[in-house]
Structure formats: C-alpha cells, structure tokens
C-alpha cells in the first residue's frame, strides 16, 4: 500500500477503540474502473453513498491474479491519482452469471441511470474489453464477482 494510503488508513484505525481495530485484518488501497474519468466518477460516487456495489470478472480471482474479497476487508479508495478519498468495508461477496444480475444490484452500482439496461450495456462493454486482453471468450453465463460495501470513513 503506498505511503499516502497507509497514513490514512493508519488515522482510521487508530481512530477506532482495539476491540473495533482488532476485529479488521485484511486491507487494500486501489481505485475502481480502468480509465481516469471512471475511477474518479466511482470514488465520488462512493463517497457520497450513492455507490455500495461493484463487481468483476471471477477470472481474475480463479486465476490467481487478484485475491477473492472477503466480508470485513478494509478497501481504501483512492482517486485515479492515488489520493485517498475515503474506506470502505465488505458486507458480502457473492458470486453471480452476468445475466443473472438483479435490477437491484443493477442500481445499488450507483452508475448511468442506475436501470438494469444501463448497466448490462455499460458492462458488456467493459467485460468484454478485458476478455479480449485475457484472450477469453465473453458470455453472458460468465462468472461475476458481486462485492456490496458501506463507507466507514471519509
């Protein structure tokens, strides 16, 4: 974790009494998104509670490339230039068929218009770019990761 991310964190958990900070063991610093415009997008979106969901590819968890999340990991969120803009914390972790994703989930992601349509399109989109970069075939049966979060600290 870089240092700008770890004195934040730091001033969380220090924050909390032992009992609350010993019950936390698994951290991370990342952004959401492949591009600038949507990392940045995502972290306000987070920030503001109007973003509690996300999802990925279960390939990049089965390959080995990525941890699988855990219920309880502390994630902070950074901008698409590493500045921390507030902390997560993983309610669930579920997995799920792309086309098997609910209306519901659709808009807790907090993206588009927050409809099912928008997010099926805007996902597809993104999904299939990064099958092509893993030279796999996109489906509508592919593995997704479901993660819902709640904001601990902005």
């Known amino acids: 974790m870089e240092k700008q991310s770890q004195a934040y964190l730091d001033k969380y958990l220090n924050s909390l009494t032992k009992p609350e900070r010993d019950k936390h063991s698994s951290f991370s610093s990342d952004y959401f998104c492949g591009d600038e415009h949507n990392a940045n997008l995502c972290a306000d979106l987070i920030r503001i509670g109007k973003k509690t969901a996300t ?36 309610d669930s972790v579920e997995t799920c068929k792309y086309n098997e994703v609910t209306a519901e989930f659709a808009y ?10 928008w997010w099926r399109k805007a996902h597809w989109r993104f999904f299939t770019t990064e099958c092509q ?15 819902r979060f709640h904001v601990v600290h902005r």
Not at 70 to 83: A, E
Not at 133 to 147: F, G, W, Y
């Open 108 to 117: 807790s992601e907090g993206e588009g218009d927050r409809s099912l349509e």
């Open 133 to 147: 970069e893993l030279n796999i075939e996109p489906s509508e049966e592919m593995l997704l990761v479901l993660e």
């Open 55 to 90: 999802c990925s590819l279960h390939h990049w968890y089965e390959s080995g490339e990525e941890p699988m999340p855990i219920v309880g990991h502390l994630q902070v969120v950074v901008d698409w230039n590493k500045k921390p803009i507030c902390i997560i914390h993983i």
